[in-house]
């Protein structure tokens, strides 16, 4: 195994260890809430999910930097199998990006409208759901590349 082929199931290792938080999340959010968008009405503390969501959300951009700069310094060097897993691999973790953004969104305004008075946004039932499938159509789309990744690089 070359080094670069190392550097990279090492970033795939480190992105799958986000996706593990991720899925802890989601896990988390899914059992308070229950089904969907249900969670509005219910007492939740959605804050603390907001916030450990946030934490993801930058978490995975610095994953995605990391990604970017090993494709910037390495891709050359690898090999056509590689290189495809590279593309996925940075494919996949914008995805997770953008589903963990989604994620955000959707636990904040939830987390605002459960403040009730003293939030700054009060959330309709209908932009409840609308930032609910939008959250699911990003998920969708996040465990497609993911099957993706998995079928190329066959270890995670």
């Keep these: 195994m070359t080094k670069e082929e190392e550097q990279l199931e090492i970033l795939i290792y480190k992105v799958s260890a986000s996706v593990k ?3 802890a999340v989601h896990k988390h959010l899914a059992k308070q809430t229950g ?3 249900w969670g ?3 007492k939740i503390d959605f804050t603390a999910i907001f916030s450990v969501s946030g934490s993801l959300f930058r978490e995975i951009i610095l994953k995605l930097n990391e990604v970017r700069e090993f494709k910037d310094n390495s891709y050359k060097t690898l090999s056509n199998k590689d290189r495809i897993i590279c593309d ?3 494919e996949f973790t914008v995805s997770m990006l953008e589903t963990t953004k989604s994620l955000l969104k959707l636990t904040y ?3 605002e409208t459960s403040k009730g008075k003293s939030g700054k946004k009060k959330l309709t039932l ?3 759901k609308e930032n609910f499938l939008l959250y699911e159509k990003a998920r969708a789309e996040q465990m497609k590349i993911g099957g993706k990744l998995n079928k190329l690089y066959g270890k995670i």
Aim: net charge negative; glycine share 6%; hydrophobic share 30%.
């Design 40 to 42: 509005f009405y219910k």
């Design 126 to 128: 209908e932009e409840n």
């Design 88 to 90: 996925t691999l940075e």
């Design 21 to 23: 938080k991720y899925a």
């Design 35 to 37: 089904t969907g968008f």
């Design 109 to 111: 305004d939830l987390s």
